[in-house]
């Protein structure tokens, strides 16, 4: 069996991104996105810990599998640039693709094993091709819209208080747009997202509550128990996120991190650089077949290429989890 890391990490390390079209001709909205997909990893994502995810899946690199299958929640295919699916993968699903999804499976590269999904499947689409997958306009997208949330400063309103056992977020009314910007310094972060903690979320109606964590503590053990469909998570610096046991029912953005749950699982929608043992569940939250519910359209991103610091990040990653793989 062969592993390869991501088209974006291969790009990367060759110290350039490939031509990218203006992520306006692309189509590519993040808002929409996350609210239509369970997981975004925009390098490799490992799966072989769990047999499905209930939500839509995008892999921008290889997906490595073992009779898995995608959107058993029924949910419609969706359009990611030029193609459309509810499994679609920029490089290799390396493995096999059984039964018991629903949608389209779109793969730039080839199935290696079995696909008896049963669902129609196109193979060989390519990357950042005319038709293909956009794997380069999709790491451009997310990894500009946390760097972007990142640097925003906190809005009036937008708090937290309580201790180890249980914390409680307020987002206040937010800017004009109804956005919300909580900044968590490395000591709160620690403090909050170290402890087994309950978190709590006082959300506004229509606001979207972003809570920026530049530097996030090597295990994340705090819970939330309850949908926090408007709450998203930016850890915008962040190469490496290990989740414990517990659950984290609120959508988070990760897109330069190598991601790993040996055992908890979340709601919501996942946006990481890499995915690596997730033992979880990744689902769409409980009332409805959705994911992210926030609105984060008043952001601007530019389609600009990756800083040549997330260059080198993405190749690491991209490297970190072939070696992962070969030692497994």
Not at 3 to 24: E, H
Not at 190 to 195: A, G, Q, Y
Not at 243 to 251: D, E, K, V
């Amino acid at each position: 069996m062969r592993f390869r890391s991501s088209r974006v990490a291969q790009a990367a390390a060759a110290g350039f991104l490939l031509s990218t079209s203006p992520l306006s001709a692309a189509g590519l909205d993040a808002t929409t996105l996350m609210s239509r997909f369970a997981l975004i990893s925009l390098g490799d994502a490992d799966v072989t810990g769990v047999n499905h995810i209930e939500g839509r899946a995008y892999v921008g690199g290889d997906m490595t599998a073992t009779g898995f299958y995608a959107n058993s929640d029924g949910s419609p295919d969706v359009a990611v640039g030029d193609v459309t699916g509810s499994l679609v993968v920029g490089n290799d699903i390396v493995g096999s693709v059984q039964s018991g999804g629903s949608g389209s499976i779109v793969v730039g590269g080839s199935i290696t094993g079995a696909n008896s999904s049963g669902l129609p499947t196109s193979e060989g689409v390519g990357a950042d091709v005319p038709g293909g997958v956009p794997v380069t306009d999709m790491a451009n997208l997310f990894t500009g819209l946390s760097s972007t949330l990142g640097g925003m400063a906190g809005t009036a309103g937008a708090a937290f208080s309580g201790d180890m056992n249980s914390w409680t977020f307020t987002s206040g009314a937010g800017d004009a747009d109804g956005l919300a910007i909580l900044n968590l310094s490395a000591v709160d972060a620690n403090s909050i997202l170290s402890s087994n903690g309950l978190m709590n979320f006082n959300v506004d109606a229509g606001v979207t509550l972003v809570i920026n964590v530049e530097t996030a503590p090597a295990n994340v053990s705090a819970k939330v128990n309850t949908d926090a469909e408007s709450v998203l998570f930016n850890f915008h610096a962040a190469t490496s996120l290990v989740f414990g046991s517990q659950a984290f029912n609120t959508s988070l953005l990760a897109p330069l991190a190598d991601f790993s749950s040996p055992s908890g699982g979340t709601r919501g929608s996942m946006v990481v650089g890499s995915l690596a043992d997730m033992a979880g569940e990744i689902r769409s939250f409980s009332n409805s077949d959705s994911t992210f519910g926030g609105d984060l359209s008043s952001v601007s991103v530019s389609a600009v290429p990756l800083p040549a610091p997330a260059l080198l990040l993405l190749a690491g990653l991209g490297a970190l989890g072939v070696v992962r793989r070969r030692a497994a």
